[in-house]
């Protein structure tokens, strides 16, 4: 079974291919090709495609290694920065994601934006990595000054404290991520389903062979796994369906073809 990670990973994958198979096989301009607002639109996917990649980069090390790193020494510092970086790199992929369907000319972008402000990482990053001082409350009211707690930094846990420990609460980081992971996903899975028919209109066999590659992703979305080995000429591929053990009538299932 694929990481929450993982799976934004092969969708992130998915659409750069969508992208380049529509862009590089033609003469045309991308943002023709795209069907994009401006000429300097296509340089804005370009670079929100690598801001995506390059955090899914930073978090999955997060993951592995959690605030403590790689490394026998027990250091506040290093667990500071990797909390930073962390949050910084939720951040810049929610909003790589946010201009990939707003260029994408996917409806209702505001519904994304509040679907990412809901997320308990983006409220941590907000507090402690953009507004420690200085930080507005949602649902209004004076500022906060926030601060994550020193000797409670550690693992996967930050706990944060308001002014000078006027209350409290912890957030269990890797529970946050795994969040954040299924919400660019559903944003990716949107831009990837509005953009097969926005860019390959009128190519039928095109749009047949992505909503198949949609259908994959979605299949390992929803939990299950996907392997494919064999040639190109004759590929195979073996289906896991992982089912709930309250609602399983027999054994996982396999198919391969």
């Known amino acids: 079974m694929n990481s929450p990670i993982e799976v934004l990973d092969h969708y992130a994958d998915a659409f750069r291919d969508l992208v380049n198979t529509r862009v590089w096989a033609n003469d045309e301009s991308p943002e023709k090709l795209l069907r994009l ?17 390059d955090a899914s980069t930073a978090i999955n090390h997060f993951l592995r290694f959690s605030l403590d790193g790689p490394t026998r020494y027990d250091n ?13 790199a939720t951040y810049l992929q929610q909003e ?26 983006r409220t941590l990053r907000n507090q402690v990595a953009s507004h ?25 846990s930050c706990v944060v404290t308001e002014g000078r420990g006027n209350g409290s609460r912890a957030v269990q980081l890797d529970k ?39 259908d994959d992703l979605r299949f390992m ?27 399983a009538t027999g054994p996982h299932r396999s198919r391969s073809k």
């Open 37 to 53: 607002g401006s000429p300097g639109d296509w340089e804005f996917i370009c670079v929100a495609m690598d801001v995506i990649g």
């Open 76 to 88: 506040v510092g290093e667990r500071y920065l990797r909390l930073y970086g962390l949050l910084s």
């Open 132 to 156: 420690s001082v200085d930080y507005p409350p949602r649902g209004g009211g004076k500022p906060q000054a926030i601060v994550p707690v020193c000797v409670d930094l550690k693992g996967f």
């Open 221 to 247: 979305r929803d939990g299950n796994l996907l392997i494919r080995f064999g040639t190109t000429s004759e590929p195979s591929e073996i289906r896991v369906v992982f089912v709930s053990p309250t609602g």
């Open 176 to 214: 946050a991520v795994n969040e954040h992971c299924h919400a660019v996903i559903s944003v990716l899975d949107r831009i990837y389903e509005k953009s097969i028919n926005t860019i390959f209109k009128g190519h039928s066999k095109r749009i047949q062979e992505f909503r198949k590659k949609l």
């Open 96 to 121: 790589a994601a946010l201009k990939l369907f707003v260029l994408m000319h996917c409806p209702k972008p505001k519904e994304v934006l509040a679907q990412f402000l809901d997320l308990d990482i």
